[in-house]
């Protein structure tokens, strides 16, 4: 196919004169987080818009409460494992800049975990304390799931540059909890799953997945 | 002569040989009722739902908001067809409830067979609007069509050796997707207590908001018993078995911790899961909240079936 007869004459000039992978290493790794960093609010915010329109249109089905439950979960989930996977993506990709989106990735991570339960306390349960209590203590799942959002609290806290300037190698080991958060975000979506375990086992693939690709970083040290 | 007779009759076709009118016009009919056959082949399962039902009025659940029809008929629990509450209605079309023939056997007088249309006239149907109370926190006012089981029962001549009924679904892995998928051992087994089974309560519907029910929901026969947890209510059922012990149910075999046989709606005795004390009404709203769940689902009058019985234990 004959891109330039598609394309204005200029843009065609400008990509293909220069061969692309040489013109994309010669974007400066500030514009590529720039560019990264819009790509990834553009992405995070969509799920959450999609509820709002569900719900404004009728569209979040028989049991809607169930629905924003399950959607704000996954998505909290999938942030926590694609901030995960920044670390070996850096390695395999040599671009040292990635790391400059990892914090993104985990404040939104924490946006739908907060999502998540708000709509749990809020929706399912309208706040009735005594009830919830109750659910928390009895069964596993929700107490795990508890546990990892109150685990995630102080690692959003400490989001910031002030706060690594001050913790110095100690921010380094608080924020090694996100291995544990995973851990029992895990746990709470296998324990919740009635029969079906097909969506944990994948979940759980791929953070073993991104555990696994740690390793030749772990021995070097 | 011969001559003459070509000018009569141009055509030279002789009077014996044109096909009579009333002949010709049948042959019309014929025609028409073949293709009205071969539309029917074509949409099976349409023509069957299409069917509106002959019932009476009754005076349950006058008083109930009921759970609208989209929501009953989308929303369901039918694993045959997969595990997602979107699955049944998108897979149970390849389901064919008609013909189908019942096979009653065990503990009868006589191992016996009965078709889908015998069934409905073995008492008048009844409209039967029950609250359903799944085990996963959520509950639906369904208007059923049905019979009571106890006209079933009636019918089938049990000997004095039936203490039980095992209701055995419908399983063709060919047309159930979730079938081919061993998620539960198939196929799907439910069953009752004798004299649960007699309680008036107890219905085998075969219809919903007038209408035949939808595949999804367990088209041609279900079971309904409205005091226990939904998973209960065997669908699309192909046998029923009196027996003399206690049935090894499909749920209870998938986990005895979480599901008992008796499965009574009883807000006292939590699931590790899922809380029981309260439950989501299925279309009240994104913020409407929970209801507290009662006792046997609200329908008092079974109490007396477990009387001294230890409900805790006997979940």
């Known amino acids: 196919m004959k891109w330039g007869s598609y394309m204005p004459a200029w843009i ?19 514009t590529c987080i720039r560019w990264l960093k819009a790509m990834i609010w553009l992405g995070a915010l969509v799920p959450v818009l999609r509820l709002v329109y569900l719900g404004v249109s009728d569209g979040l089905g028989a049991n809607p409460v169930e629905f924003i439950e399950r959607s704000t979960g996954t998505w909290a989930l999938v942030f926590l494992l694609v901030s995960l996977s920044i670390t ?4 395999l990709t040599q671009q040292a800049w990635l790391i400059a989106v990892r914090r993104l990735l985990g404040l939104w991570m924490f946006a739908y975990a907060c999502l998540h339960v708000t709509s ?13 209590v109750k659910d928390i203590i009895k069964h596993p799942y929700v107490l795990v799931g508890a546990a990892a959002l109150l685990l995630t609290v102080p690692l959003a806290a400490t989001s910031n540059q002030q706060a690594i300037r001050m913790l110095k190698q ?31 086992v994948i979940y759980s693939v791929v953070f073993a997945l991104l555990i696994v690709l740690r390793w030749p970083l772990l021995s070097k040290k | 002569m011969l001559l003459d007779n070509n000018r009569r009759n141009p055509s030279g076709i002789l009077p014996s040989e044109i096909t009579p009118q009333a002949l ?62 979107e699955d049944p209605a998108r897979e149970a079309v390849l389901l064919k409830p008609t013909p189908w023939t019942l096979k009653i056997e065990g503990a009868v007088k006589q191992n016996k067979t009965i078709g889908i249309e015998q069934l409905m006239k073995l008492a008048p149907l009844e409209e039967r609007i029950y609250r359903m109370r799944c085990v996963e926190g959520w509950s639906m006012v369904i208007p059923w069509v049905g019979l009571p089981l106890k006209a079933l ?3 089938a001549q049990p000997t004095g050796n039936a203490k039980y009924i095992e209701f055995i679904s ?7 997707p979730g079938a081919r998928i061993p998620v539960l051992d198939w196929p799907y087994v439910e069953g009752l207590r ?58 209870v075999k998938a986990g005895a911790r979480e599901y008992g046989f008796y499965a009574n709606v009883n807000p006292s005795v939590d699931h590790p899961r899922w809380t029981q004390s309260s439950e989501k009404r299925i279309g009240s709203g994104l913020f409407a909240g929970r209801i507290k769940t009662r006792m046997f689902n609200g329908y008092d009058e079974v109490g007396q079936l477990y009387a001294g019985m230890d409900l805790q234990k006997n979940f």
């Open chain 2, 170 to 176: 419908y399983n063709d892995p060919r047309h159930m």
């Open chain 1, 88 to 91: 070996p993506l850096r390695q």
């Open chain 1, 12 to 30: 065609y000039r400008k990509t293909f004169s220069m061969g692309l992978s040489q013109r994309l290493s010669a974007i400066s790794p500030k």
């Open chain 2, 153 to 155: 029962i009636d019918w």
């Open chain 2, 24 to 85: 010709f016009e049948q042959r019309r009919t014929v025609l028409k009722a073949a293709g009205a056959a071969a539309a029917s082949l074509l949409l099976p399962t349409q023509a069957y739902a299409a069917q509106t039902l002959d019932f009476q009025k009754t005076a349950y659940g006058k008083e109930e908001k009921l759970t609208s029809f989209e929501d009953v008929t989308s929303y369901n629990n039918y694993y045959e067809f997969g595990t997602g509450k």
């Open chain 2, 194 to 251: 004798m004299d649960e089974a007699m309680q008036p309560l107890t219905i085998l519907a075969v219809g919903l908001y007038g209408k035949v029910l939808p595949n999804q929901n367990g088209a041609p026969v279900r079971l309904v018993v409205p005091w226990k947890y939904g998973f209960k209510g065997a669908k699309a059922i192909s046998t029923i078995r009196f027996v003399e012990h206690m049935p090894h149910t499909s749920w």
């Open chain 1, 170 to 200: 100690r921010w380094k080991s608080l924020h090694k909890l996100v291995y544990v958060i995973a851990i029992l975000a895990l746990l709470h979506f296998w324990w919740l799953v009635k029969k079906d375990v097909t969506e944990p």
């Open chain 1, 120 to 132: 749990y306390l809020w929706l399912d349960y309208q706040f009735d304390w005594a009830d919830i």
